[in-house]
């Protein structure tokens, strides 16, 4: 009978449950089917190079050679190269109908409408070293700004409650939005030789990326701008919203279609700053690449992080059978602001609107253990792919949970079966306005958007998009259920029971 009352007042309640988990500001802290045929990758990864004379006006539908990148999509591939998926298909009838991720290193025949303007075909670095994931699982931060003369060592900054080292702060940005620690010190060495220079730059003072904005001053929200800003380009790019980018002189500029997203990334973000020939150069051989050989090597030895087929493993809803929870947010940022909107929200029961304690708990959606807990933060590294999970949040599957309370919250390094309980649903870590579980999914580092090609799949229920962030909606079977804020019935949504 008291599931039957608060059943009854749950149309006016759960309200204002939506979360923008750390916003870039100094103002609050950033919080079945066929399967593809296996193919061999490649021992190295060889950059596209730079076409001589800049490419071709191609035919209309004439067909391109093309070589799978890691993380490619038949939907994103035919964004790029104006054409059509069935058309790609068509042109490459191995590819089965369900058909996720590509294998890196298959031979594709792609059909090209051309496009004027497009931009460098130049490689920079590879996907697999933008994000923070395994090829950064030796790398140790500190130990290698020790190492070097370079004025970083000497600095300590508030950032995210507390005070921290130089090394200790890119390895914070690099965690929070699993961007690779490498690229973010080649970043700062490229602007203001922050490794090499123990005499820091008076320039560099205030914006040591050359970044000038009051509100992003010093080495900390540098990094945050440029972490979030970078991501907004590699994810733009990996989901095909994002094909072209205005420089400051006003000139448009359309991607090449060969390129890969960790590129693009760097392209979007200096196109944001830069003028044209600084662009030009930063983008370009002797630009950020050459300081990152320089300090790092080859960059194009790494193997792709992500897989041909890749699938989610089998999820439970975050919550328990029996009491229906509000939908309250459609696709939006896993971290910080823009993309990638690889996030759900979901709100409990309540009696009342806004940020009231919660005695609901979130639940572990998958086996694993927990990698790391922090203010409102849970990550539960998976064990599908690594039996058992390493404890990583750098490898495999892993799932971020925001504003979860620290009263009762599971400790790091427990292991969860499906349905354990992880800790209470609240307005902690990042930006609330109102009690709720923020949800996002990594695979080897990479965010996974929440809705497309390889979209949240609850029991079944599949996300899908809406027009904007925070929109969208959950279907199975012709049932539909919409996000909304407002928690009203047709953002209600129950756990199965189980079998």
């Known amino acids: 009978m008291a599931h039957k009352a608060v059943l009854a007042g749950l149309v006016l309640a759960l309200c204002l449950a939506a979360c923008q988990p750390a916003p870039a500001s100094p103002a609050v802290s950033p919080g079945a089917g066929e399967t593809l045929a296996p193919t061999s990758l ?37 964004a790029r190269f104006n054409t059509t998926v069935q058309e790609v298909m068509t042109a490459n009838p191995i590819i089965p109908v369900d058909a996720t991720t590509l294998p890196p290193g298959m031979p594709m025949k792609i059909p090209i409408y051309y496009t ?81 220079q ?5 320039d560099s003072e205030e914006y040591p990326l050359d970044y000038a904005d009051w509100q992003h001053k010093g080495v900390y929200l540098q990094l945050v701008w440029a972490a979030n800003t970078l991501n907004n380009g590699y994810y733009g790019w990996r989901t095909a919203r994002l094909s072209t980018i205005n420089l400051l002189n006003g000139r448009s500029e359309r991607f090449d279609p060969w390129q890969n997203a960790a590129s693009v990334a760097f392209h979007y973000f200096y196109a944001q700053y830069l003028d044209e020939p600084a662009y030009s150069q930063a983008i370009g ?47 939006h940022t896993g971290w910080g602001q823009g993309d990638p909107l690889s996030a759900l929200d979901f709100a409990p029961p309540a009696a009342a609107s806004g940020c009231t304690p919660s005695r609901e708990w979130v639940t572990a959606m998958a086996a694993g253990v927990v990698a790391r807990t922090d203010t409102g933060i849970v990550v539960l590294d998976l064990d599908e792919g690594e039996t058992p999970a390493d404890g990583d949040e750098r490898t495999g599957w892993v799932i971020f949970h925001l504003h979860i309370g620290s009263e009762d919250r599971v400790a790091a390094g427990s292991r969860l079966n499906v349905g354990d309980p ?13 009690t709720h579980v923020h949800l996002a999914r990594k695979y080897n580092g990479e965010w996974i958007p929440a809705a497309g090609t390889l979209a949240f799949n609850f029991q079944g229920w599949v996300a899908a998009n809406g027009a904007e962030a925070y929109q969208g909606t959950l279907n199975r079977f012709g049932q539909v259920v919409t996000a909304c804020t407002c928690s009203d019935q047709a953002s209600h949504i129950k756990a199965d029971e189980k079998k």
């Open 422 to 434: 992880l800790g209470h649903p609240s307005c902690e870590g990042g930006s609330s306005t109102g």
């Open 116 to 196: 004027a303007l497009w931009g460098s075909a130049y490689q920079i670095v590879p996907d697999s070293l933008f994000v923070n994931g395994p090829a950064q699982l030796d790398f140790d931060v500190a130990a290698f700004v020790k190492a070097h003369p370079g004025w970083l060592k000497g600095v300590v900054e508030y950032a995210s409650g507390d005070n921290r080292s130089g090394a200790e702060i890119v390895a914070l940005v690099a965690q929070n939005f699993s961007v690779s620690p490498r690229l973010l010190l080649a970043l700062l060495e490229y602007h203001s030789q922050a490794l090499s």
């Open 198 to 202: 123990s005499i820091r730059p008076a």
């Open 42 to 78: 490649p021992a190295t990864i060889q950059p596209t190079p730079e076409p001589t004379g800049g490419r071709p006006h191609y035919a209309p539908g004439e067909l391109v050679e093309y070589v799978a990148q890691g993380g490619d999509t038949v939907a994103a591939l035919a």
């Open 285 to 331: 051989p002797q630009g950020l690449a050459e300081v990152y050989r320089n300090l790092f090597g080859d960059p194009w030895v790494t193997p792709p992080h992500l897989p041909g087929s890749l699938r989610q493993p089998a999820f439970a809803m975050p919550f328990a059978p029996g009491l229906p929870w509000a939908f309250t947010g459609g696709p």
